[in-house]
């Protein structure tokens, strides 16, 4: 496994008040300034698939967020140690209690082995991870091979009066943690006579969760170990909180994942952890959610049969990292709907700044600000632009503004050619596009029967446009948007600047 990143701190870098990084954190649910912990290595955990099918986009959409927060961190001159954690045992059907694990019910389905399932769907999230240049984790522990933690782990909270036995396993009694619940704005009370989760006999409460799954008289499970509870397998929670504190320590600094975790899955990892420790501390510092990736009005998921990976979009002729930047130009708390026609609209905006960013040359290596502000030189004005993709990135992960600042500077001719190379390089840092490394036939079209468009030429129209909407010339402004028409192409002004796509 990588070392975590070293800290970059090159020579010769342009001095500026630091902006700190402020991130949304759920626990609180308001925007705070981060700062790490006293060795300032930043500890990050992110929860990983469940291996008993092919991750969907929705899915990557997680990974994304927390490759873009990982990169932000180190652009900020941090290191950074991240662990991303692969479930291949204890994740039961509709994350209940009771029932069936996700990977037994996968190896009947497709007559193979519940190893083999395991290795095959692992092996494609690696896969999809490199399409969508996601960094490698530092780790990938697999649930598997800490079951023995885990069962130490459940025997200390027994020790402690925290849990109690019923015939289907050990629960958590959520009745002795005061806090319970605070993650997630969850009022248990409310929740005790609630549907949210299935009816588990001699069970206390709803909001009580099973730290072992023991198996039913007459059961006997592909997946299966001893323990003091008797045969079975660990509860979904369990393996988050041991995985993590075993490679990162009792307390890191930021967990995240998607937004359902936020409601269940994270609240039982705190009042389990917390349980634990018994220091009276809040176990992680920070907790971060990426929204849902929406597919007309219901949310992409496998329970819903919204199944699209990363390979059908390839099939269909779009390039991944089009797809990783439709997933950059919305916010990750912000729900975002899919659509073709908006990953068709990414897809020409990534072969126009591959274009565009190819024609500059060797662009300078770059991980941090500081290290951006140095390759710019003298040039003030690509300074200037730097510090506002530091100011955007440092303000909750704003990608969209920082694509935006990258399309006005390649239009800038304000800026050197050194200037640009380090604006783009600074782009590329955060935002994970990896440019100067695509060329334009990497992520040619598909032939669509389309005359062929001079983009150069559009972009042009388009800078014109936007320079007369600033003068107030409003009859050249509509003059232009009447070309542009005629040409096939759509602008849309937005908050942070105008975008087009073509109009088929």
Known sequence: MPSPEPSHTPTGSIARVTVPLR????????????????????RLYSCGPTVYSYAHIGNLRAYTFADTLRRALLWKGLQVEHVINITDVGHAVAEAELGEDKLEVAAARERRSVEEIAAMYTEAFFADLTALNILPAHHYPRATQYVEQMIAFAERLVERGF??????????????????????????????????????????????????????????????????????????HLECSVMSMLLLGEHFDIHTGGVDHRQLHHVNEIAQSEAYLGDAQPWVKFWLHNEFLQLGSAKISKSAGHILTVSDLAEQGFHPLAYRLFLLGGHYRAQLEFTMAGLDSAQSTLRRLVRRTSSLGQLPSVTTADEARAAAGDDAAA??????????????????????????????????????????????????????QLTPADVEPVATGLPELDEAAVDQLVADREAARAARDWARADALRAELTELGVQVTDTADGPTWTRIS
Not at 168 to 183: C, E, H, I, N, V
């Open 383 to 436: 300074i200037a632009v730097i510090d506002q993709i530091d100011d955007a990135i440092s303000s909750d992960l704003n990608t969209p503004r920082v694509l935006a600042l990258l399309q006005e500077s390649l239009r800038d001719q304000a800026l050197s050619e050194a200037g640009q190379r380090a604006v783009v390089a600074a782009c590329a840092a955060v935002l994970g596009l990896p440019f100067g």
């Open 163 to 236: 849990t109690y036995e019923i015939e289907s396993g050990l629960y958590f009694d959520t009745s002795k943690d005061p806090t319970y619940g605070q993650l997630g704005l969850i009022d248990v009370s409310g929740q005790l006579e609630g549907a949210r989760v299935e009816e588990v006999p001699g069970r206390r409460a709803k909001t009580d969760f099973a730290l072992w799954r023991a198996e039913a008289p007459g059961q006997l499970r592909a997946m299966r170990w001893n323990s003091p509870w008797g045969w079975g397998a660990p509860g979904w």
């Open 23 to 42: 991130l949304f954190n759920s626990l609180g649910r308001r925007v705070e300034d981060f700062t790490p912990g006293t060795d300032g290595i930043v």
